[in-house]
């Protein structure tokens, strides 16, 4: 049984899904972005898993 409160499984599986969002999907479509688009490394775009600010 897991001993992690639930707001710290919901962030961890969030995260994950971001990790995958970025391995399986963004990088998939690196090869259709113009060069100006693609990072100083020549990496496709990532998502951005922060946290959320609310005024």
């Given at each position: 049984?897991?001993?992690?409160?639930?707001?710290?499984?919901t962030?961890?599986?969030?995260?994950?899904?971001?990790?995958?969002?970025?391995?399986?999907?963004?990088?998939?479509?690196?090869?259709?972005?113009?060069?100006?688009?693609?990072?100083?490394?020549?990496?496709?775009?990532?998502?951005?898993?922060?946290?959320?600010?609310?005024?």
């Amino acid at each position: 049984m897991s001993q992690s409160a639930p707001q710290r499984t919901t962030a961890w599986n969030g995260l994950q899904m971001m990790r995958e969002v970025n391995a399986v999907y963004l990088e998939t479509l690196k090869s259709l972005y113009p060069a100006n688009r693609l990072g100083p490394l020549g990496d496709s775009r990532r998502t951005i898993a922060g946290p959320v600010i609310r005024a």
